[in-house]
C-alpha cells in the first residue's frame, strides 16, 4: 500500500520580482523600504506544483503545508499560498534578520519532523540571495535523495518521476518517498489568488513559532563585505552600413 503524501511547501518572501532593487546607503544590501514584496517565484511555482499533484491524484495528498522563515509581514506570501489551495501553514518569525541557507534548511528540517512529511517542493532558488542552496542542504540534512530544477513531476503510488533541466536537454529521474524536489521555471504557470478565496484563507491555520521554539540558533557564516551596481554600460553608436561597421570594428582592432 503506498503512504499518504504529506507535502511541504518551504515559501520564501522577496522584493517582487518586478522591481528594480536598489543598493543602500551603506552598500551591504538592497533597500528595503517602500518597496513591493511578493512571493518567490519559483516558490509559487512549487505551490502550484503541489496543488497540481493532489487535483491529479485524487485522494492521494493526505496535506499541504507551507512554511515561511522571514518578518512577521512573511504571513502576506502563506496567506497567498493558503488561497492557491495549500491547507495549513506556519511563520517561523525572525524579524529583520538575515537567514543564509544552511540555517533555513535546519528550521526546515524542524518542520518536516513536526509535519510528518514526506515530499518537500522548494523553489530552486530565491531571486533575493540568488544561493540555489536551500534545497540541496536540506536533502542532505534529512539524507533523502533529491531531484533538483524540475520541468516535470509525475506522482505515481510512492515513486515519482521528475524530469530535470539540464544543459541542452532533458534528463527523467525517479526515486521514491520521502523525496526533495526544486522547482525549475517551465514546471508550471502558477494560478492567480481569487479574492473570494483570499477571503476563505484567513480562516485556515497560521502557526507563529521563533527560531528558538525550534531550538535552532541563527549562526551566519558569511559576513558582506559590499554590494555595488553593476558597472554602467557606456552608450553605443549608430552605424549606417555594413562598410561603416566594419571600418569601426577595424578602427577598435576588433577584426
Ligand atoms: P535559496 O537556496 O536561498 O536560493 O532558496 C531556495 C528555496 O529554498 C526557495 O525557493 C524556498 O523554497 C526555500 N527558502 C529559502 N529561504 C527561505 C525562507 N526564508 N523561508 C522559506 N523558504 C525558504
Redo the contacts with the bound molecule.
Sequence with gaps: MSSKLKIL????RVIDYAIKPRINKTQTGVQKTGVKFSI?P??DI?VEEAVRIREANKGAVESIHA????PTK?QDVLRTSLAKGVDSSTLIDVGDAE?E?LV?AKL?RKIVERQQSNLII?????ID???????QMLAGLLGWPQATNASKVVVQGDVVTVTREVDGGAETISAQLPLII?TDLRLNEPRYATLPNMMKAKKKPLEKLTAADLEVEIQNRLEILKVEEPAARSAGVKVANVDELIAKLQAAKAL
Design positions: 511547501v518551504p515559501v520564501k518567490n519559483f516558490c512549487a512554511v515561511s522563515i522571514g512573511a537567514v541557507p533555513v526546515l522548494l523553489g530552486k532558488q530565491a540571495d540568488d544561493s540555489n542552496q536551500t534545497g526544486t
